[in-house]
């Protein structure tokens, strides 16, 4: 696959750019929907972080459906973040909670939950890995070093807003550059996404301090 070039299309242009990537709007707004759908099954008799959990889990399981079902793609675990890649294994796709610049080209967001420590991985030597691989399931796939040297892996960012009984979900497709104490001050690329739309909002419940706790390795 020829390296990666966002630069023909116009910055306004999101579907060209999605396009570029291998995904599409019908694939994103579908996840951000199910998320909200799945967040308002939660009660306040639910643990304080339900909310947020299930929205991240239909967040990831939409992604992965609607990309390997239309494109090929499959299941991506790496560096414990849960993914969805492209076959020529350059390209994956992963979900994150922005603050309130998200969606906005002139500002600059970064992720709303600070991300955790990498979870110490169990001592073992490398001759083990490689003879004895762990099992692939169905639409799941590995890489090698060479090939998650040369992933790029961008996250469906969004922020939700209640205005009364609607709520606006604003994302965009961005790729992190960089990150300091946890959250990412820079962006390699953006695409900002239209803002979704819903009605229907029960009472909100809070998500807690974080809703998912887990280790972001940056390209």
């Not at 291998?22 to 799945?38: C, M, N, Q, S, V």
């Not at 967040?39 to 889990?57: E, F, I, K, L, V």
């Not at 609607?166 to 497709?173: D, N």
Request: with cysteine; hydrophobic share 35%; charged share 25%.
């Amino acid at each position: 696959m020829a390296a990666l070039s966002l630069a023909a299309p116009g910055p306004d242009d999101h579907d060209a750019q999605l396009a570029a990537l291998g995904t599409k709007l019908d694939y994103l707004h579908p996840a951000l929907r199910a998320g909200e759908i799945a967040r308002r099954s939660a009660t306040p008799n639910h643990p304080a972080n339900t909310a947020g959990t299930r929205a991240y889990q239909e967040h990831v399981r939409i992604i992965r459906e609607m990309h390997i079902q239309h494109e090929g793609w499959k299941r991506l675990l790496h560096d414990h973040l849960e993914l969805v890649c492209n076959s020529d294994k350059t390209v994956a796709i992963g979900v994150m909670v922005g603050d309130a610049a998200t969606g906005e080209r002139s500002l600059h967001p970064r992720n709303l939950h600070r991300r955790g420590a990498a979870t110490e991985r169990a001592a073992e030597a490398n001759t083990q890995l490689e003879l004895f691989p762990p099992p692939v399931r169905g639409n799941e796939t590995v890489l090698s070093a060479e090939e998650s040297s040369r992933l790029q892996i961008w996250f469906l960012v969004s922020y939700r807003v209640e205005d009364g009984d609607k709520v606006r979900i604003h994302s965009e497709l961005s790729l992190p550059g960089e990150v300091a104490d946890g959250y990412v001050t820079r962006w390699k690329q953006r695409i900002p996404l239209p803002v979704l739309e819903m009605d229907g909002i029960e009472p909100p419940y809070e998500d807690g301090d974080g809703e998912i706790d887990i280790p972001v390795p940056f390209r």
